[in-house]
């Protein structure tokens, strides 16, 4: 039996290892009865392990599943006709009835967006999902385009909401990022405590959020953490995450210094940027035009449920345009990647209907560049510059800070919380390696660190953690129109060659 440690487990790593009594132990040494008495839980992650996007992970005890998450990710430039890549589920296919729920972090597409390609195949009526409030906004607004789907009841949580499905006991508190109503999760099951970070940054200045509740994670640490789950995206990066109240001033100075319209390119999903540029463009007597079906949805959500405030005859429509000078006019649109069907794109190959772009425009593009996407994002860039216009990027200046926590911040929430066992989360394979050595080097011992892959099966109980030599199915699942999973990698090669040397015979 595991005995608990009197020492400050902060001391060493030999000391971490040494201190931790799971809720399990602590019940048969109180005599009480339970019933899940399983010493071991099971840990999937289906994506977001090796990758940037399409986070999914199980967590299994006894047969009884609870999901984290689902989300998607972008196609890479070599997946032509693909819209989005989801998880491969197909573990689950006979498992329906054993998946207890579901549990949202946040309103971010990678960790939501599979929700319409994915629910039909686990849905059954015993099947719970939570979500904070923009993020279940969200999700039942996108549901309204598949009518074809059963009606989703996602059950609202807020920061310190407690719920119950089966061996699982979940707390939500709230987090940092870059959007509203992000939350981590507490996890009590009868193996141990796991903390799951959710995407998050320690922002002591934010927009629209509150920052950090320390004491919070302080008290939940108090509770014993078995396992950490931690953001890795901004592993590889040094020192702090920039605040959002210094993007803000370097905004500002933009709107300060510029004459013509300020066209502002960002994801639709970064609510606190978009509330950024509305009271910006409110300051400098800017009117703001919102151009994009999912930023538009997400505006309307927000402003629903008071995340985006704005004064009244602010927000007007594109084509209202022609009525007021260049200098009053602020457009906010989707595109900052690049991508083909999105409003930035239409416009710089002069495809919109109300918009052109001419001498003078100012270019915003607040977001980085996702892995993958740069030579479109470079084409965008040269297109827009040839046209008279002037661009504005993240490396020229900051105006745009990520929502992740970089290698100063990742330190501290380990140190704070201070876990028997960790795994990096969210990120490419170089990330997780790079959160893994900053676990190691705060104390973590080296044994009690898992960098794990899609697929893999992690075995986790009081004293040790391992990956089984099994795996689950954890590919590519291509949604490309209505069709899910049709397209596979020899579809995929031949539409490559016909992108490069292909040609159209046409028969009249």
Known sequence: MTKQSNIDPRDSGAEMKKRYVSPTTQIAMKGQRRDFISSTIRIIPLGGLGEVGRNMTLFEIEGKILICDMGLRMPGEDMPGIDYIVPNISCLKDKKKNILGVVFTHGHYDHIGAV??????????????????????????????????????????????????????????????????????????????????????????????????????????????????SDSTGAEEENHSLSEKTIEKNLEEIFKKVEGRIIAATFASLINRIQQMIALSENYGRKVVIEGYSMKTNVEISRALGYIKSKKGTIIKAKDIQKYPDSKITILCTGAQGEGSAVLMRIATKEHPFIRLKKGDNIILSSSVIPGNERTVQNLKDDILRQGCRVFHYKMMDIHAGGHAQKEELKEMIKIIRPKFFIPIHGQYSMLAAHAEIAKEVGIPEENVVVAENGQIINLNPQKISVEKSRVPSNYVMVDGLGIGDVGEIVLRDRQMLARDGMFVIVV
């Open 116 to 229: 319409p390609y994915l629910i039909d195949k686990i849905w059954h009526p015993g099947l719970e999902m939570h979500a904070s409030p923009l993020t279940r906004g969200i999700i039942l607004k996108r549901q309204e385009d598949f009518p074809n789907l059963p009606p989703l009841n996602v059950n609202e949580v807020k920061n310190g909401s407690k719920i119950n499905m089966g061996p699982f006991k979940i707390e939500f508190f709230r987090q940092n990022h870059n959007i509203p109503d992000n939350l981590g999760l507490f996890i009590e099951t009868p193996v141990g405590n796991i903390l799951h970070t959710s995407d998050f940054k320690f922002d002591p200045t934010p927009i629209n959020d509150l920052p950090t509740d320390f004491q919070k994670l302080k008290m939940l640490a108090d509770r014993k953490i078995l396992l950490l789950l």
